[in-house]
């Protein structure tokens, strides 16, 4: 069933674009080992379906989508986990800059937990996983109106919650 | 534009495209702050690191599931990964046994002489109203609790153990882990 050239093009899809799929789900996720279960599903999810819908359109919105049912699957089957501090991202700058860098992303990412599930959804589709507005209505099954109401109101909380 | 507007060309992208848009954040502190948080969100949310090689090796094995000619070395790492992510949530959710085993033999010690006193002292007490009579001969039947607690502490050692064990491989898991955080870095060294 599957070919040389399928397994070179989902090895690619996971070169391209996994590290954003796994920031994403560990944003949606709060904990590394949920993200990485939700991942490892992802994987399993895009290769048994891979051979019958190949992502010729927008990979990257193809991709997410699957690992946005993933999460939503492992998050109906598990309760929440701990809140993520992700410094990891950081460790590859200098370490005063990386200090300031993690305070503000520190903030910034707590400030995003603390957003309703449905705003935090839309706002790490789009910020994170990188989806425009009509691929994050997609994904979720609403509106693009919906997507920039819902935008809006997270920008107008986060705004408030920083200051 | 009034604030209103301004928040929808920001959520839509178009501001930067509209000098109105300039205008209104450069006299609205509101919004300013707002455009200020849309730009930490597009940067600090859009970046992430690397993707590690175990997870790459995972979703590898997603594809060789179905492929038989799969290396054992490739497995043997699909396989750590899995175990040390399914050990980490194991050790978190178990982190209650131990002080629950402690609790258990803390009872045990303290209920089995009262409940030897008990069962001996009724006995051996003198029935009212029978004035004072040569206490009957009672039968004692000792109570050979030596068994149960001797399993019951035989299981709280296994216990111990099992959490040794797993504090170890827990150490382990994260030496790996630095490991793989050094190996990461190796470049800026």
């Known amino acids: 069933m599957a070919n040389t050239s399928y397994r070179r093009e989902y090895l690619k899809l996971v070169d391209d674009h996994g590290a954003a799929v796994l920031a994403m789900l560990r944003r949606l996720c709060g904990n590394v080992p ?121 920008l107008s909380k986060l705004r408030s919650i920083l200051s | 534009m009034n604030c209103e507007d301004f928040l929808e060309a920001l959520v839509s992208s178009e501001v930067p495209q509209q000098s109105e848009a300039r205008d209104h954040v450069n006299s609205c502190s509101n919004c300013a702050k707002l455009a200020e948080i849309h730009a930490r969100l597009q940067h600090d949310l859009a970046s992430s690191e690397p993707l590690p090689q175990r997870m790459r090796a995972i979703w590898q094995a997603a594809a060789d599931e179905s492929m038989p000619n799969t290396s054992i070395a490739q497995r043997l790492q699909v396989q750590l990964a899995s175990e040390g992510r399914n050990f980490s949530r194991q050790l978190r959710s178990q982190s209650y046994v131990l002080p629950l ?77 630095e490991a793989d955080v050094l190996l990461a870095t190796y470049n800026n060294w």
């Open chain 2, 101 to 177: 085993a402690a609790a258990t033999v803390a009872a045990i010690l303290i209920f089995l002489p009262l409940a030897f006193w008990f069962v001996v002292g009724d006995r051996m007490a003198v029935q009212p109203g029978l004035g004072h009579q040569p206490p009957p001969q009672v039968a004692v039947h000792p109570i050979d609790a030596t068994a149960e607690l001797d399993e019951l502490l035989a299981q709280v050692n296994a216990l111990e153990v099992e959490l040794n064990a797993a504090a170890s491989r827990a150490q382990l898991l994260d030496a790996r882990r």
């Open chain 1, 34 to 154: 949920d993200a990485e279960d939700a991942f490892q599903e992802t994987a399993v999810r895009v290769w048994k379906s891979f051979d019958r819908q190949p992502p010729l359109r927008s990979p990257r919105a193809w991709l997410m989508t699957i690992a946005y049912r993933a999460f939503v699957d492992l998050h109906a089957r598990r309760p929440q986990g701990d809140v993520l501090t992700d410094v990891a991202d950081y460790r590859l700058h200098s370490p005063g800059d990386a200090a300031v860098k993690v305070e503000e992303a520190t903030q910034l990412g707590t400030a995003v937990e603390e957003l309703s599930e449905n705003l935090r959804q839309v706002v790490v589709l789009h910020y994170t996983g990188g989806l425009t507005l009509q691929e994050t209505a997609e994904v979720l099954g609403i509106s693009t109106g919906t997507v920039k109401s819902r935008l809006s109101a997270a």
